[in-house]
């Protein structure tokens, strides 16, 4: 009976795939995960006689649990507009074009996000910063949008995975009850190799495949010097965002300051800019205050001159999110339904059957993170109720709890950007402008980790069984 909601899910998400397309997340998902909510519900309440408060208590629980992530979401839709106006990601665009060639972009892409990440501890904040620049600038190059796409998501991962100032990192470290450095020393086992052999592939490619944006590379920074006001001294706003990240400033300040530091900027460098999109004519103070709003929370077009770099610079703002905040609020309702039933957690103990050694063991849990993934479409769910449901077995078993960290990041921390419906990968595609499903096969370090981590249990490499 616990099978049938997902079962619904799966077949309605199907065939929406197969009618819409890459527009599957515009709404027809949105409508899915709420009928297969609704199956969950009546199968709960007929099977297990549940009181619909009861059923809608969790429901609402879940929904606000994800609350401060629909708050960051509508501050880097704000954010993305307001450094993309103000001039601060052109500038980045157009110094980047002139230091990374096309042969090291790919890998040196990857490398720079994961530096970043890294750092400031944040995946999210990393794409939707230097990410974006990349974007551009691999464009520029004349490389394909998932090629761009995974390399920027491939570092960005990798560096978030390893940071101590990480959320994910911290919370698979201490549901688990491991030590944080304990932890990070741990994953790097599995870790490290597979981000190694991602960057051989990308290097390879960057090698070998034949780009020809040379032209493109030209006929961009023309059209950015035409556009936009380009300066180095640009490049204060996000070394102070970085400065504030890297003194653990709380997520929702940082980007907040950073919009407004990004917005002050923008009235005084890029003046006329503002104005006209603003559409008032004459200027003045409130033309500048309408303009730098509507950067902020509306879509904003730029005619460049230069198509391909016209759809680049156009932004979203606050609006660009309400379909992915829309489509979080359904899958936290669908995985509001499942717990409150009963239903995942009854999933979770057949798995438990199958488990006779190690690698059995890694692969049911690694396993199971990926299913909480595609099943709650959050990633902190899916860490937290996989360290739940295992971690007495790992204990009874004689297993250190670090191997039980490690193998819940590796299985949820870095598939939740492959699933189009899960919140990081609603978010990055969003941010970034390119489909989920585009830029999965290139993401070689989150395909590869779940499978390194069996590997690794299977030879028994660094794993101890406590006395």
Known sequence: MSFIPFLILIALISCCVAVFGNATLDGASQVSLLVASAVSVLVGHFSKRLAWEDLEREITAKIASCTPAIIILLLIGAIGGTWMVSGIVPTMIYYGMQILRPEIFLVSSSLLCALVSLMIGSSWTTVATIGVALMGIGKAHGFD?????????????????????????????????????????????????????????????????????????????????????????????????????ARRWPSMVVLFLAILLAAIVGLVVQTDLVLTISGREGGGLLASYKGMMQVCYGATDIETGVPMLNELVHTSGMAGMMPTIWLIICAQTFGGALTATGQLQDLMHIVLRWVRGTASLVASTVGSALFCNIAMADQYLSIMLTSSMFRDTYLQRGYESRLLSRSCEDGATVTSVLIPWNTCGLTQSTVLGVATLTYLPYCFFNLLSPVTSIVVAAIGWKIRKKE
């Not at 998932?146 to 995975?161: E, L, N, P, R």
């Open 145 to 245: 949008d998932g090629w761009i796409a995974g390399s920027i998501i491939t570092g960005a991962y990798f560096g978030d995975k390893l940071s101590p100032l990480s959320d994910t990192t911290v919370l698979a470290s201490s549901v688990s009850g491991t030590p944080l450095f304990t932890h990070i020393r741990y994953m790097m086992f599995t870790t490290v190799p597979t981000f190694c052999i991602s960057l051989t592939v990308f290097l390879i490619a960057g090698l070998t495949m034949n780009v020809s944006g040379q032209g493109n590379v030209a006929e961009f920074m023309d059209g950015l010097q035409q556009t936009f006001v380009i300066s180095p001294w640009l490049l204060v706003v996000p070394a102070l965002t970085g400065i504030m990240i």
